[in-house]
C-alpha cells in the first residue's frame, strides 16, 4: 500500500467564470490534501482568467498546489482533446482525477478515491468512480444520480456511459494505456478509460455520494428525470443527430486498438458492432443480440431502435 499517495486533479476551464469558484474552494476543502490541482484554459471568451487570476491572489497558500498549462493563444480545442492534454501533461502521480468547473466536491470525494484504489492490483487499469446527486444551477437539490449496476463488464461500456468525468478518478497505469493510443482524435477520454478499464483492468463504485452535480437550466442529460425531454433528446441526437455516428467511430477505434488482446467473448461482441458495412446479416445480428446494453428499459428499446433503422 502507498503511504502517501500522489493525486493530480485535472481541469478543463472554459466560459465558467460564474460557478469557478465554488468548484475550486470544495477542492481545496478536501480531507485529503496531497494533491496538484492541473488546469488548462480552453480559450475562454469570459472572465475565467480573470477569476481564476484573482482566486490565486486572493489564497496565495493554494498557488504552490495550482498548475497552469500555457495557451497563450487561448486556442479552443474542445472538451475532449483538452483533457487528452491535461492528462498527457500531468505524469508523475499515482492517481489522477477528472473535474468539471461548475460542480461541488464534498470534502471526503479525493479520500474515497484513494481508499478504493489503493485496494485494487496497481498493474491492471483501475478505474474508480463514486455515486452523485444533481442539484440545479442555484444548488438547490434535485434528485440521487441512477442506480449502478454491479459488476460493470465490458457490454456495459459499449453504448453507455456509467461513470460521468466529474466523478472518475484512475490509476497510472490505465492513464499510461490511454495514451498510449496512436490517435485521440473524436475519443472522449471518459467513455475511452472505462472501456480500457472494462475490458483490461476493474471499474470500481463507490456509492457513497461525493459530489453535488450541477445541472443548468436548459441541460438534458440521461440523468434527468424528465421522460419527455428524454425521447426529445434521443430523436435530437440518435435518430436524427451524429450521436449514433459518433459512437460507431469510439467502437471501430477501440477495435483497432485493442481488438486483438480482448477477451474472445469482449472481441466478438466488439467486432460486431465496429463492422463497418452494413448489410443484412449485421442488421440482423445486432438487432437481435441477446446482450442488454443500457440499465433502463427506455435506453434499451431506444437503441434497439438505433439498430432497426440503421441509424447505427
Known amino acids: 500500500m502507498n503511504l502517501s499517495p500522489r493525486i493530480h486533479i485535472l481541469l478543463s476551464t472554459y466560459n465558467g467564470e460564474k460557478y469557478l469558484i465554488d468548484q475550486l474552494m470544495s477542492i481545496f476543502r478536501?480531507?485529503?490534501?496531497?494533491?496538484?490541482?492541473?488546469?488548462?484554459?480552453?480559450?475562454?471568451t469570459d472572465a475565467?482568467?480573470?477569476?481564476?487570476?484573482?482566486?490565486?491572489?486572493?489564497?496565495?497558500?493554494y498557488c504552490p498546489q495550482i498548475k497552469l498549462l500555457p495557451n497563450p493563444t487561448r486556442k479552443n480545442l474542445g472538451y475532449m482533446e483538452s483533457f487528452w492534454t491535461l492528462l498527457e501533461k500531468s505524469g508523475g502521480a499515482d492517481y489522477y482525477a477528472f473535474c468539471d468547473q461548475d460542480d461541488i466536491w464534498l470534502p471526503e470525494k479525493l479520500q474515497s478515491g484513494v481508499t478504493f484504489l489503493e485496494e485494487?492490483?496497481?498493474?491492471?487499469p483501475l478505474l474508480y468512480f463514486s455515486n452523485y446527486n444533481y442539484h440545479d444551477q442555484d444548488m438547490n437539490y434535485l434528485h440521487p444520480a441512477p442506480a449502478v449496476k454491479l459488476p460493470i463488464e465490458f457490454k456495459d461500456v459499449l453504448f453507455y456511459t456509467p461513470a460521468f468525468g466529474f466523478s472518475i478518478m484512475i490509476n497510472e497505469t490505465l492513464r499510461q494505456a490511454a495514451l498510449a493510443i496512436s490517435d485521440k482524435t473524436r475519443l472522449p477520454h471518459d467513455g475511452w478509460i472505462q472501456k480500457l478499464a472494462a475490458s483490461n483492468g476493474q471499474i470500481m463504485y463507490d456509492e457513497t455520494c461525493t459530489a453535488l452535480y450541477r445541472r443548468h437550466g436548459t441541460a438534458v442529460t440521461a440523468g434527468n428525470r424528465d421522460i419527455l425531454s428524454a425521447v426529445k433528446n434521443w430523436i435530437s441526437n440518435e435518430i436524427f443527430g451524429n450521436e449514433m455516428k459518433?459512437?460507431?467511430?469510439?467502437?471501430?477505434?477501440?477495435?483497432?486498438?485493442?481488438?486483438?488482446?480482448?477477451?474472445?467473448?469482449?472481441?466478438?461482441?466488439?467486432?460486431?458492432?465496429?463492422?463497418?458495412?452494413?448489410?443484412?446479416?449485421?442488421?440482423?445480428?445486432?438487432?437481435?443480440?441477446?446482450?442488454?446494453?443500457?440499465?433502463?428499459?427506455?435506453?434499451?428499446?431506444?437503441?434497439?431502435?438505433?439498430?432497426f433503422l440503421c441509424r447505427y
Open 48 to 61: 475565467t482568467l480573470d477569476v481564476l487570476s484573482a482566486f490565486m491572489k486572493n489564497h496565495p497558500q
Open 120 to 124: 485494487g492490483d496497481s498493474a491492471a
Open 30 to 44: 478536501q480531507t485529503c490534501q496531497n494533491f496538484t490541482l492541473y488546469i488548462r484554459d480552453d480559450g475562454s
Open 246 to 307: 459518433n459512437t460507431h467511430y469510439v467502437l471501430k477505434r477501440f477495435y483497432q486498438e485493442y481488438g486483438s488482446v480482448l477477451k474472445p467473448g469482449d472481441q466478438k461482441l466488439l467486432a460486431l458492432f465496429a463492422a463497418y458495412r452494413h448489410s443484412p446479416v449485421i442488421w440482423w445480428k445486432r438487432l437481435t443480440c441477446p446482450v442488454r446494453f443500457r440499465p433502463a428499459l427506455g435506453g434499451e428499446i431506444a437503441l434497439r431502435i438505433c439498430f
